[in-house]
């Protein structure tokens, strides 16, 4: 496996910071692609494999046992899909699903478990990446408790279209509705109120973001709070290489 320069940032710092352990890393990685709607791991049960997103968007989705679902947290070419299963804790209640097509690098999770256990470098940036899931987390619960459906659905187009690094977005309202967390007449008419804004256009399953600057005048203020995250992909790695620090 060749992958010098990972475009996964999370792998990027991990071989800056520790490029001999890195080069054995790679002789247990695979480059595989990332299919739409692809179920990389089911809740509360642990994967075979650990994923660092490469392109692409894979969202961490919670459901109610009536099979309503809801995005909690995303991961794109920042981190890995499958973090607690590589610290070898408890796999989360929530499953991984691929949002948008890309590609990662796949990992047999013993084998990260592995490396985490003989190299502290690779823990630490699992660790300081574990914060920023959590972080989503914790915002994703204050974002559907107080924001509305068309503050809800700018934020997760602008993050959305960010993490993917593309404006035009292939998603049907029935798939808006489940990450947004709201009935699909609610996303039809707030997807309506930002087209009429001009923030936003669709047809035929795609969305295509017309004015960032509208969208993220719309979006409530979770939008700052995790902006980070999606807007600036140097930011994030300087963020995950000051928490190793």
């Known amino acids: 496996m060749s992958a010098i ?3 996964n940032l999370l792998l990027a710092e991990f071989a800056r910071v520790s490029p001999d352990a890195y080069e054995k890393f790679l002789q247990d990685v695979d480059q595989v692609a990332l299919k739409r709607g692809a179920v990389l791991g089911l809740a509360n049960t642990a994967t075979e494999f650990v ?3 490469e392109s692409g968007v894979v969202s961490l989705v919670a459901s109610t046992r009536s099979g309503q679902s809801l995005e909690v947290a995303v991961v794109s070419r920042e981190g890995v899909a499958g973090i607690a299963d590589a610290l ?8 991984w699903i691929v949002q948008l097509p890309g590609a990662a690098l796949r990992v047999p999770r013993r084998v990260v478990h592995d490396h985490v256990l003989s190299c502290s470098d690779l823990h630490q940036l699992l660790m300081a990446y574990s914060q920023l899931v959590m972080h989503q987390l914790a915002q994703s619960a204050i ?3 107080f924001h509305t459906s068309v503050q809800r659905l700018a934020r997760w187009l602008v993050l959305t279209a960010e993490h993917a690094e ?4 292939e998603l049907t309202h029935e798939y808006l509705a489940q990450m947004v967390g709201a009935p699909r007449s609610a996303v039809t008419a707030a997807a309506s ?4 804004d001009g923030a936003i256009d669709y ?4 969305v295509t973001i017309c004015s960032e600057r509208r969208l993220r005048k719309a979006a409530c203020e979770c939008y700052e709070a995790l902006s980070t995250i999606g807007r600036d992909r140097e930011s994030t790695r300087s963020s995950v290489a000051l928490l190793v620090r």
């Open 5 to 7: 320069h990972p475009r």
């Open 143 to 145: 974002c559907n408790r």
């Open 203 to 206: 047809s035929r399953g795609v």
């Open 51 to 53: 994923y660092f997103v």
């Open 193 to 196: 109120a930002l087209r009429k």
């Open 166 to 169: 593309s404006q035009r977005l």
């Open 88 to 95: 070898g804790q408890h796999p989360f209640p929530y499953g």
